[in-house]
Structures are given as structure tokens and as C-alpha cells.
């Protein structure tokens, strides 16, 4: 069974589509990645799954049910903009957000103090959200999503002002809850977080799918296309025309081979101009690369 089943989806506002014929299946005890550029359909897409919308025109199924508010309860869900009560003090929103859930007050006070533990806000228990920075308010917004151990999970942007040690430890959490059996999809314009964390993804573009599956496929359907070149001396070999485009950074390059280009012709063109090759490494496209390539075109 499905953990999500989207099937046709269309949502209008007015003369505006903002979901069209949208179709995408979630299987369960993964993470996805749900992309797209700004405006692309993806808040939208989460708040029809949360029963916040409600579609046009197609189905959508939950855990084998349609939604409902009966299926909304069971997921755990991170918008991206914070909707909690900044004048609560931390200890207490995150006891009855947990108590609304279901738990017991004992249960979810008890969870609440590992909670706030683990993300080192301990000190912070007995303060008000408002007094908390933007990183704290949104560490106390992602355990209200999950302290009721939710089978499902939605996180729309939950790296938005986490610097990179409190980015590391959401990221682990949820691939812990991913091995203990929650399902997960992801919302971010953070490209590396997917590679590193998701089993599949889903791209959305104006509305609709333009590309989705296992991300593992979709980057080895793309072959090794790009040269990762680092040197000292002449870059003048990067005009070679069987490189497609340059991506540059620090000491090296990353150049985009044309179809059938032979890389050795790079390696070779380099060395007869004088420069100094570090390191010269065939990869597959980032993620990232192959979201570009993607919008860029559809």
C-alpha cells in the first residue's frame, strides 16, 4: 500500500492553476523529495494531501483511506510558514500540541523534555516562543510535528534558519523515523539534503510532473556526463567544444560534457595548454544540475 496516492489532481484559484493532473505515489517507509521552483505547486499539492484544500478534480488517498479529517490527524505536518502561539511558553505549546494528538499530558510532557533535550533547548523550556531565534522557533515547530510518532510525515522547508549542526541532527532524525517505519516527504530547495536522504523524488513544474521516480535510476539514466576538473595554469581548454557549459568554484570546475563527447579529449586539451591537473573525476549530474536542466526547459 501506498503511503500517499495522488491520482489526476487539479486545483484552480479564479483563472489561475496552480495543480494540473498532478499524479504521484508515495510508497510507504520512504522519503521523498518534493521539488520545484517557487510557485510550482508543491504547498499546494501538501495542503490538498492535508485536507486543507480541497481538489477540483481527482482523487487523493491516504494510507488506503481518502482524505479526510481523520487522515489529517495521523499526519505529522511542518508547514513552512510557523503557525504555533509565540506568547506560550515552550514547555506548555509543545505538552498540548502533543495532548491534541492523542498522547496523555504525562506522555507528552515526558516527551517534550527529550525532545527539547535533544535539540538543546532544556533552557529555554520555560520561555515564551516569541523570546526563542528564528533556528530555536523552528526546532520547537518540527518537534510538534512528530512528537505524536506519526506513521506519516510532511516537512515543508524544515531547514529554513537551522544552521548546519541543527540541520545534521533533523536530518538524522528523520532517517531514523524512515528506519522505524514512518513515511516521509520532504519540501526544500536544499538539493544535497535530498541526495543524501531520499529514496525517490518528484518534480513539479507549472503545476504539473515533469519528472519523478527513484532518484537513484534517475541519475544513472542521466550517465556520467560531467568532468570535475581542479588545476593550476591556462584555462583556455575550457572553450573545447565538446564541453556543453562550465560551472565554476573555488580551485576547479565542473564542465558538462556534450552527448558522445569524449572526456579524454578535455583531459588531453588541458595538458597541451600547460595546466596543471589535480584531480580530473567523471560524475554523474547533481541533483541539482538535473533540477536546472529540467525547469530551464519545461
Given at each position: ?19 494540473s ?23 499546494t499539492t ?36 510557523r ?27 515526558r516527551?517534550a ?26 526546532k ?31 536530518k538524522?532524525i ?22 543524501k ?32 576538473i581542479?588545476?593550476?595554469g ?34 588531453k ?30
Amino acid at each position: 500500500m501506498d503511503a500517499i496516492s495522488i491520482e489526476n489532481v487539479t486545483k484552480s484559484y479564479d483563472a489561475v492553476t496552480a495543480v494540473s493532473g498532478v499524479n504521484l505515489q508515495v510508497r510507504e517507509g520512504a522519503i521523498l523529495g518534493l521539488l520545484g521552483p517557487n510557485g510550482a505547486g508543491k504547498t499546494t499539492t501538501i495542503r490538498m494531501v492535508m485536507n486543507i484544500l480541497v481538489p477540483d478534480e481527482g482523487t487523493i488517498r491516504v494510507l488506503g483511506k481518502p482524505v479526510s479529517d481523520k487522515t489529517r490527524e495521523i499526519i505529522g505536518y511542518l508547514p513552512e510558514e510557523r503557525g504555533l502561539y509565540p506568547r506560550m511558553q515552550v514547555r506548555s505549546l509543545i505538552v498540548f500540541l502533543g495532548a491534541l494528538r492523542g498522547l496523555s499530558e504525562a506522555e507528552a510532557d515526558r516527551r517534550a523534555l527529550e525532545w527539547l533535550e535533544r535539540f538543546e533547548l532544556s533552557e529555554w523550556a520555560d520561555k515564551k516562543l516569541v523570546d526563542l531565534s528564528k533556528g530555536m522557533q523552528q526546532k520547537v515547530q518540527f518537534i510538534t510535528a512528530v512528537i505524536h510518532r506519526p506513521p506519516l510525515v510532511i516537512l515543508d522547508e524544515p531547514f529554513s534558519g537551522l544552521d548546519p549542526v541543527n540541520a545534521a541532527t533533523v536530518k538524522d532524525i528523520m532517517l531514523e523515523m524512515r528506519s522505524q517505519g514512518s513515511t516521509i516527504v520532504l519540501s526544500t530547495h536544499r538539493m544535497e539534503q535530498v541526495e543524501k536522504m531520499c529514496d525517490s523524488i518528484c518534480l513539479i513544474n507549472k503545476g504539473r510532473n515533469i519528472l519523478d521516480g527513484e532518484l537513484r535510476a534517475i541519475k544513472q539514466s542521466y550517465g556520467k556526463n560531467t568532468v570535475h576538473i581542479e588545476f593550476t595554469g591556462p584555462d583556455t581548454f575550457l572553450s573545447d567544444p565538446a564541453i556543453a557549459s562550465i560551472n565554476r568554484f573555488g580551485s576547479g570546475v565542473e564542465a558538462k560534457l556534450k552527448p558522445g563527447a569524449d572526456p579524454q579529449q578535455i583531459l588531453k586539451a588541458a595538458i597541451e595548454v600547460g595546466a596543471q591537473i589535480n584531480r580530473f573525476e567523471l560524475l554523474e549530474p547533481s541533483l541539482n544540475d538535473i533540477f536546472i536542466e529540467k525547469t530551464a526547459h519545461a
